[in-house]
């Protein structure tokens, strides 16, 4: 059963290149302000749905419908360039909403969307959305918040792209997953490996053999350990230098 968008949001952050560590999960709870007779008319005119691991939401050059709140999993955008080669741009979790920037059903995808593991959705068309936003002023808000944040996501991704080396932009992610994945254990940062490198090849921009040469060259610094299970950082500070 999916949760009331009232409760309490649990389980993964978003994930996306950013500067600003604490900026990394705003736009979560996307409807969470409204009342519950709101959310009960945001839910008459939504659909629920179930998207499997590894299937698509919406895919680039699509008309745009609508778009989805996630309610359970993780769901990545990604743009793939003319050369079939694609660039992550975020991972989106519990809370946030997906399908922009067109929210009410105009134009056409300039990216694509999957999901990560097994989610459930609530997908709200875009002539429903609009009925919304004229009926109930907190869900303007809402759809003026969400794009709000996504804006300035995809400005820090492009101002990390512009201005960071990928080996910057590497470290900056490390410190990222220890932000919102990691524990503290015995002096060091543990980060499960949810994340594969052709995961993070994809987030920072390189190729899986890069990734894989980089985090051997960290481990030869004595700055992390990799294992099959888990990267443990010695000393978040040594990835700053």
Sequence with gaps: ???DLNDKLEGPSAIFLSEYLLDINKGAGFLSSLSRDDQKKVRLLGTRCKVAKG?????QGDPHTGVWIIETGRVRTFYAGPSGREITLAYWSMGHFVGGPEVFGTGRHVWSADALEDCELLFVSGMSLQRLVREVPDVAIAVINGLVNKGKCYSALIQMLGTRTVSERLR??????????GRHEGGYVIIERTITYDQIASIVGATRQW???SLDRLQSEGIL????KEILIRDLSLLLD
């Design 172 to 181: 900056q992610l490390l410190l990222i997953l220890a932000e919102t994945y």
């Design 1 to 3: 059963m999916i949760k």
């Design 211 to 213: 990734v894989t040469q």
């Design 225 to 228: 350990t990799v294992n099959r």
């Design 55 to 59: 299937e698509g939401v919406f895919f």
